[in-house]
């Protein structure tokens, strides 16, 4: 019986474990985690931050589905080696553990930028984080986030949205730089101070204080919070250690295989055709591929990259970024660039085209066709001709206000009985006056009811029309 | 007991043009589950071609109050029509009713001889009253003693019955009156077009839009229905689950989860919470493409709502996920506390006319009248004991519809099949092979009122009487039990389906043949051709059961206009609301049951890249084999359609009005290109009333219920010519 061994207890370790479980239940399944927590839903974390959710809340599996599923789980327990020659793991303790299958899940560690007094503020990555983060916001009276991208302004949303002033501080010339251009950095800095989260971009941070941040120049931002959201760094060191093949992360083929055909790898330690994954769709594409392979339930399966969308998920903030969305329009003269600006509205489009395939978009502020376009995104799929219409959906096919005046007589007015505005004119002129009248002869409103208002106003524009002529 | 009253109003209504010799009789619509009240007044004591038959709503139904669709005041012609079956045909010839009677009975012998009881299967309808239904079930059991029993309404209702069941303990569609809707502050239907499938339902979702409330819709399609609604969700076909997944997280992390009632009246939440953790709606958005700012704005519409109800129609359930997409919708119910609650609740809004009737009397694979289940030991006791015969001699459960229809013909499978109130050729799945498996059968017999495409196939057609000229009870969406009532004479030649069952079972005898130890009861009397006595019967099996008609009578219907279900005894009131202080669960709890997401059976490719949804047009009903027959109908609509996105007519190079081909991996259809943008422009959609759209359907599985995948399967489009 095949022993699979996962080290990794995070998104990509509890989704890759669940999945097995779901092909396959004879496998044994041993599962290492460094946190004690139960795997829980690092998307979610920004939510436990702002409150919405609870710290229990955010689980991805209940405890008790370990024993149900009849896979070991060792909480709180460090793999510090692996011995690929025994194919055993080695925890902490010393503890060996044999497998015939390894999948490193290790993921990845925040960045801590190298500053005096660092120590003093907490790095915004894990559950516990989050319990120290809303420990210190209980009491709090400013708090200051370092790092624009993803993570830190949801968590300076979270924080905001409790009522605690925020002030966002990033290094990069706006927000979000590598998914947005700037003019999006611009208007998302403009929607977040209308949220209570102040945004300095291009600044330093050159100490951590005890009540505050010093900025490169001297200037000092107060805060008795500080949130550290600097990127994070894939977490390779037990695969660097035995041997094998890293780069950025752990360096993985098609089938997520390492450079050790008996390891594979998967998540944010993992690097697949020069590429290191930071967002959790991926991870749980790429434990599906593996959970395949493992059990057999799928040989053929094999993964193949990603395409990228980046999705705020922050109350009030609509963003979503995906693919390519720098351009240089002046010298890329392949790429068609759509584009609707409304600062004052929060509101900023941008779609990215190559050969009449969406390759690249930023919306930003509230969009009905964020779905579309996504899907569009995802699939590759051919757009239409009307490129006002993708970015104002529902422009094409707003319906006509049908006054009874312009309608035609051939017109259907009772769906459910088939009336036309002639036969109710026809109606009309052979005696009715009303509602009750014309729907006696004709059936019309007799249905579903909702040409009822329709109904009245021609029979009230031809009474007028009477009056006029008489 | 006071009946309860229409909250929509009276409707104005047109005043019969003729004067009828009889007096009108109040019954009711023979299409949906609606079953609107109508008065049928005949011109002459009969019926038949050249007669006129006048058809004006009734007001005192509260399911439609005086309203009437098209179909509905035009089914007069369904009387009067000249393409009606008046003799049994016998390999297309005109036969002798007991010639038929006794071919039929002879082959059915020696099929049975030679390839076991199994050999004969039954096929029934949700379009059959409550009498026929159980009569066929009875009739399979105990005189052809085949297991292998099971109907069209699986292809309907068998999703959202599985999913009820097992959340509450009992599938009764809507376990609330229809008039709760109109004093609801917010309906969430889902995958349900009731302006055009049953349009006067849509005046009770106007009532309560005028009172203040507000209709969220959840359709691919900016249908009729989703046109009238405050909020329209779109989502990508085959997504439902994942939409309701995230509409639930959103309905936890935004603060609306009841609490109190999630402790008091429910079990398993803690799971379900754990499993819509992985949903948030980002991810959700993705699947479905639904904006989270649209899930958002539903879930604040229901979760700050006094009294709100959850339906779901076929749009969400006829997927190889139907059950747990329904699940998925009871769970947010649950959480939001509005099952049992009054004024509020999760329904499902039944198609068939007798969709909710015909699903609890024994004519599905696995059930005995009164909702029991075959494999019951105590429920196979009583009802045997009702029948007169020996529990051990009644089969076991049998095949699942399409599983039936698919073994037709094959080793080991049904070679003779007796096909009642169902059109399988128009309707199944797969309708190609389906028809082929017909084809294969060494007897096919088809009762029906004309000559439909199925019982064109068949050996022997029989012609049996239809709603205005018969008498009996049909459920209807409610659980409301209604009064079928004889208006007009059939035409000379026509026996109703409670007869020919009866002039079978007299010949075949089966479990009634004296060879039995139960035996000695008289098949002639064990098989009633009067209604009210099947329904008296009905009552004796039902009682007990969860779906209990023991106290109903046709006196009680007629003085109460309609008996909710279950009624246990003559004086018990009957039961509007059936969840107000417990759910029919061993611990009085209703279950939450965690469900995941995942893709459709068919998925889009290169080489079928579009999604096919099939659907009603409001002028036809079902296989079409009833409204194609009638003029003013078809001159709404006379054939089948495309209906296409601009945009990909524009990629297509398509105009309105071409003829396009639609290919799947399982068949080519034709029609003509409707140009709308009411369409998601990664989908296509066809009617199902005519031959074509389910040529091309997917016949994969729900794993629960046996719902095949009707409403998404990827197909590409061709242009002809």
Not at chain 2, 14 to 24: D, E, N, Q, Y
Request: net charge negative.
């Amino acid at each position: 019986m095949t022993r699979l061994v996962v080290v990794g207890n995070g998104m990509a370790g509890a989704r890759l474990v669940s999945e097995v479980r779901a092909r396959d239940k004879d496998v044994r399944v041993t599962v290492f985690g460094a946190e004690t927590w139960q795997p829980y839903n690092r998307v979610l974390l920004s939510n436990v931050v702002a409150g919405s959710m609870l710290a229990d809340q955010v689980r991805l599996l209940d405890p008790a589905w370990y024993a149900d599923h009849d896979v070991t789980a060792r909480p709180g327990v460090e793999v510090t080696a692996v011995d690929r020659e025994a194919q055993v793991v080695i925890t902490a303790d010393g503890e060996r553990e044999p497998y015939d299958v390894l999948v490193l899940a290790t993921g990845s560690e925040a960045i801590v930028p190298p500053v005096p007094g660092a120590g003093r503020a907490i790095a915004f990555r894990t559950l516990d984080d989050c319990q120290a983060i809303l420990a210190a916001a209980g009491t709090a009276r400013r708090a200051v986030v370092v790092g624009g991208g993803l993570l830190g302004i949801e968590a300076a949303r979270g924080l905001a949205g409790r009522g605690l002033p925020v002030t966002l501080l990033h290094l990069a010339g706006h927000l979000m730089e590598r998914q947005l251009d700037p003019e999006a950095g611009v208007v998302l800095g403009e929607t977040l101070a209308g949220l209570g989260v102040e945004t300095r971009t291009g600044v330093v941070v050159e100490e951590i204080l005890d009540g505050g941040v010093r900025l490169a120049g001297g200037e000092t931002v107060e805060a008795d919070l500080v949130v550290l959201s600097c990127g994070v760094r894939p977490v390779t060191g037990l695969a660097v250690e035995a041997g094998l093949k890293v780069a950025r992360g752990i360096v993985v083929d098609d089938e997520m295989r390492t450079s050790d055909p008996a390891i594979y790898a998967i998540g944010e330690c993992a690097e697949h055709a020069g590429t290191v994954y930071g967002l959790v769709a991926p991870a749980w594409e790429q434990a599906s591929v593996v959970a395949d392979l493992v059990t057999g339930a799928d040989k053929g399966a094999r993964y193949r990259g990603s395409r990228l969308v980046t999705r705020l998920k922050a109350k009030s903030v609509e963003l979503a970024a995906m693919g390519e969305t720098h351009v240089d329009e002046s010298s890329d003269t392949s790429a068609e660039v759509v584009r609707f600006s409304h600062r004052a509205r929060g509101t900023y489009r941008k779609l990215v085209i190559r050969d009449g395939r969406l390759v690249g978009a930023i919306l930003l502020g509230e969009t009905a066709a964020v779905g579309t376009l996504t899907q569009l995104f995802d699939r590759g799929g051919p757009l239409p001709g009307d490129r006002a219409g993708l970015l104002f959906p529902g422009l094409a096919g707003a319906p006509v206000a049908d006054s009874p005046v312009r309608m035609p007589d051939a017109a259907k007015v009772c769906q459910c009985n088939n009336v036309t505005k002639g036969q109710i004119r026809a109606c009309w002129e052979s005696g009715a006056r009303d509602v009750a009248a014309v729907a006696a002869a004709t059936r019309a409103t007799t249905g579903c009811g909702s040409c009822r208002d329709a109904v009245e106003g021609i029979v009230g524009w031809l009474c007028e029309q009477e009056g006029v002529s008489a | 007991m006071k009946p309860l009253e229409s909250t929509i109003g009276r409707m104005p209504t047109s005043l019969p043009v003729l004067t009828p010799v009889k007096a009108p009789t109040a019954t009711h619509c023979p299409y949906c589950a609606l079953q609107c009240g109508m008065n049928v007044a005949a011109g002459s004591e009969e019926s038949g071609a050249g007669e006129t038959v006048t058809i004006t709503p009734r007001q005192d139904v509260p399911a439609n109050a005086g309203g009437l669709c098209q179909k509905g005041w035009t089914a007069g012609e369904l009387l009067t029509g000249g393409q009606r079956l008046t003799t049994p045909l016998l390999h297309g010839e005109p036969a002798g009713w007991d010639e038929a009677l006794d071919y039929v009975a002879d082959r059915i012998r020696q099929v049975q001889a030679e390839h076991g009881s199994d050999g004969v299967a039954v096929f029934g309808g949700g379009g059959l009253t409550n009498e026929k239904a159980y009569q066929l079930g009875k009739f399979a059991r105990t005189v052809l003693r085949t297991s292998q029993i099971d109907y069209n309404g699986r292809f309907c209702m068998s999703s959202a019955a599985a999913a009820s069941n097992r959340a509450f303990g009992m599938d009764r569609g809507l376990p609330f009156p229809i008039t709760d809707l109109a004093e609801a502050d917010a309906v969430l239907l889902a995958g349900g077009n009731v302006a055009e499938t049953m349009p006067p339902f849509l005046r009770h979702l106007t009532a309560m839009r005028e009172r203040g409330g507000s209709l969220i819709v959840v359709d691919p399609r900016l249908t009729a229905t989703a046109r009238q609604a405050d909020l329209h969700l779109q989502p990508t076909p085959g997504t439902d689950l994942a939409l309701a997944l995230g509409l639930l997280h959103l309905a936890i992390t935004e603060g609306h989860l009841d609490e109190a009632y999630v402790a008091g009246r429910t079990t398993g939440f803690d799971a379900v919470r754990t499993s819509v953790a992985s949903w948030w709606p980002e991810r959700v958005e993705r699947i479905t493409g639904v904006p989270v700012a649209h899930m958002r704005q539903a879930v604040a519409i229901l979760g700050g709502a006094g009294r709100a109800a959850i339906l779901t129609g076929r749009g969400a359930e006829q997927h190889a996920k139907g059950t747990d997409t329904v699940t998925a919708f009871i769970n947010l119910a649950l959480a939001l506390g509005l099952p049992g609650r009054p004024g509020s609740g999760y329904g499902c809004v039944t198609g068939q006319g007798n969709g909710q009737g015909g699903r609890e009397h024994g004519q599905k694979a696995d059930q005995l009248p009164g909702y029991r289940k075959i494999d019951d030991p105590a429920a196979r006791e009583h009802v045997a004991r009702v029948w007169g015969v020996d529990p051990r001699d009644l089969p076991g459960p049998g095949r699942s519809a399409y599983e039936l229809l698919d073994a037709l013909g094959t080793a080991g499978g049904p070679r003779a099949l007796l096909l009642f109130g169902s059109n399988p050729v128009i309707s199944a799945p797969r309708a190609g092979h389906v028809t082929g498996r017909l084809g294969s059968l060494d007897l096919l017999v088809v009762s029906d009122l004309v000559m439909s495409e199925t019982a064109a196939m068949a050996d022997v057609v029989f012609p049996t009487t239809q709603w205005a000229e018969e008498g009996g009870t049909m459920t209807n969406l409610e659980g409301r039990v209604l009064l079928r009532r004889r208006a007009v004479t059939p035409p000379p030649g026509v026996r109703s389906d409670l007869e020919i069952l009866q002039g079978l079972a007299v010949r075949l005898r089966g479990l009634f043949s004296g060879e039995h130890a139960s035996a000695g009861a008289d098949p002639a009397r064990a098989f009633s051709t009067e209604p009210r006595e099947v329904f008296d019967e009905l009552r004796r099996a039902s009682a007990g059961g969860v779906a209990d008609y023991a106290g109903i009578t046709y006196e009680r219907i007629a003085a109460e206009t309609g008996v909710f279900w279950p009624c246990p005894a003559e004086d018990h009131p009957g039961t509007p609301r059936p969840f107000l202080d417990g759910f029919p669960t061993p611990d009085g709890r209703a279950r939450f049951v965690p469900v995941e997401h995942r893709p459709p059976g068919e998925d889009v490719d290169e080489e079928y890249p579009l999604y096919l949804t099939t659907g009603r047009v409001l002028a036809h009903y079902q296989s079409g084999a009833q409204t194609r027959r009638i003029a003013a109908l078809n001159a709404v609509v006379d054939e089948t359609f495309v209906e296409v996105h601009p945009d990909l007519a524009e990629r297509l190079e398509v105009s309105a009005g071409q003829l396009l081909r639609v290919v799947s991996r399982r068949g080519v259809a034709e029609g003509v290109a409707r140009v709308n943008p009411a369409i998601r422009a990664d989908t296509v959609f066809m009617p199902f009333h005519w031959a074509g759209a389910n040529l091309l359907t997917n016949p994969e599985l729900d794993p629960v219920s046996r719902m095949p995948e009707f409403k998404v399967c990827a197909v590409r489009l061709e242009r002809v010519g």
